[in-house]
């Protein structure tokens, strides 16, 4: 089911050397159950378009529609806490925060209804986290582990898209694997949208559809 | 829940907390501290400016003293307050003739007026401020019993005395005696006139030091009693009046500069005397004063400068080394006004308490640094120049210092003072009307009078606006008088005086006065005490009448207040040029019209 629309897509933001046109009328459908890879060589756009579609930025031409519904007339803020979930290369966790409270933040944060401990509880022991870690600080945590509280983080509020920038990055291969699972799974199993911006061939190679990124450019590939 | 992350951030992170808490407690403490110190030296400063006694001192070029007028070069000053100028016998001043040898026996049941005992004396000194005598001045001397000398004794009213402590234990005297002062006037040859003035005595001074010899230290009277009694000598025992050294108190440092000024516009020519301040003391305190503030300013400055420098930048770099934080939770839907008010709200939580704290320990730091300062800097300030004389000399030469100290504290100055009364000098503003009084006796129409008239009691009255009396000629008309001089004195009679008839048919009575008659005038022939009439005499040219007034009336005659000074002085020890003025009383215009 069409979830996420891009349409006509343009941004340009200036820099010391000069304009750079980020994103050239970039356009694409995204569908729930499914598996997007981005690809692109760095600085083709890929990360201004995971902003643009997260709703941190607006676009100069274009648009981006949830269901249907343009984000420049949505609450962007609340837009993200209630249907996106972010997991990043370097997994943006809070240093001061435990596990679970790292979880529990985008709960608070997206105004979760229930039990909000036990929900996160119940998230990090999906991607794998002992019980006996779940008040460990987050730097206490091997980089694989980390990453696994982010994407516990990034689905607690069970959002309906997870965009992902490079989760593999700062990955070794086996964790690297553990972690593309775990998304494949999110998309497959539990009828998420799952948008991964990677490198990583072999993390493409596991996305159900792959878009290349090139100058600002986004091609079905 | 910002306040909620805000909490935890604080607690989660300690080092940032507590790094950046100590550094805003480190700027407050030192601006605090400094603000302070700086604040408690300017009240210190105002304090001294306040309390300081600022002494103008006018000494003798040469031995013999200096003259009257130039004393009173210096009272026309109006920033002279109060002023001290002392008489002795042994200056020649107070009636000539023995000390104080006879004294009252407290055994005695008889009148103590008349009651002569034999026993060591003790010189008088008469004195118009005995706070500014150099011996109370510099604390060497202080009242032990009583008030010392009064408001009503530096006036002339009452005959006060203060003694010495010697004195008090030699004859068993104490506050609220009455002495006997009795001199023995030599000047007429082949006839002693003995004269006995009774005083009470008021206080009883001690030294505060060890003394040499006791007998230096005399009994005093107020100057007005001196004068007074001086009155009671004959004309030949008036010597010449000279003056060993005068101290006039002034209003503040800056009076100084005015004071000369104006002493030299007034005609002072410096040849006998010079002026001499006591604003050393004052001077040196103020300085160290004025560096610490500098000091404390500049710390404050230096503080605040770099302070608010380190802060915004640490301010700055916190905000920017939480970029990733910032913008996790700007992905994860928090709007970026409560990201950018959650940072602030640790920054305002740990500000508060920090300068909570900081301005607490800033005044503990500012009182230490304080009591440190006191007594390693302004203790020593006030003590380096404080004048020490040596007993056998009458300081006449020398600054007189009070031994002031002054203290700087965050919660209050301390400060130590002059702590007797001072006897100010009464000044008749614009808006005031100054009276005096003194009673004479009439003695008829011509100079010869004096032996053949009865003597009539009667007071003149000195007013410094005769027209508030409503009198017949106003003073502007004064000099249309027919022989008017205006070395002569002029006066003013009741409407219902018998004198008033003839001043209206002839324009003018002559008066001729003599001295007043508060005490007896006794001479001894043998064994038994006489009345003496052997007194001055001076022209007084009645011109006018006077209506109702509040300030005289019945037998009293009005004079302006500067022709009751100039008849005054004639009968005292001063002459009429230079006589030391003093207002009796002084009231609004307003109030009593």
Redesign the interface.
Known sequence: MKILELKQLSYDYVTKVGKVHALKEASAVFETGVIYAIVGRSGSGKSTLMSLI?G?DVPKDGDVFYRGESLRGLDR??????H?G?I?Q?Y?L?P??TAVENVE??L???KYKGDKRARAEKMLSLVGIKKEQFRKRSTQFSGGEQQRIAVARAIAADPEIILADEPTGNLDNENSMNIVGILTDLAHKYAKCVIVITHAAEVAEKADSVLKMDDGVLKMK | MIFKFAFRNLIRLPWRTVLYFFMIFFIIVSMTASVLIWHACLNAESTLEENYVFVASLVPKKKNGLLLSDLSYCLTDTEVLAYNVTMSEREGCIPFGENMKKLPSKESTESPEKILFDGRGCAVAAVENLSLEHSFFSGKCRIREGTGLSAEGYSGNVPEIVIPWWLAERYGLAVGDTVVRYYNALYLIGQTTHIFLNCEIVGIYECTETVKNEMQYPAYVPLAIGERDYKKLPNGARDAFNIQRADFLLGGRDGFEDFVRTVEKNGMDFKNGELIFNNSVYDALSVELENICAIALTVAGIVLTVGVCVLVFFTVYLYHSREKERTLLAYLGMPKGKINGMIALEHILVFTVAVGIGIGAGFGVAERICQSVNESVLEKASLSETITSGEDELETTEPMEYPVKIGISVFETASEGMDMEINYRKTVGENEIGVSSCTYYTVGDSATDILTSALELFSVVGISDIDVAATSIRREALPQIPNYSPSLIYGFVSKDSPYAAEIAENGRKVLFIAGDGKNSYVSMSGSSLEESTMIGTAMLILVGTYGENPYCSGSDILVGLADYHRLYSHFSITSGGYYIERIGAVYPREEKR
């Open positions: 997260a941190l803020d609340k837009f993200r806490r209630e996106i972010m990043f370097s943006y809070l001061q925060l933040l985008s608070e944060l997206a």
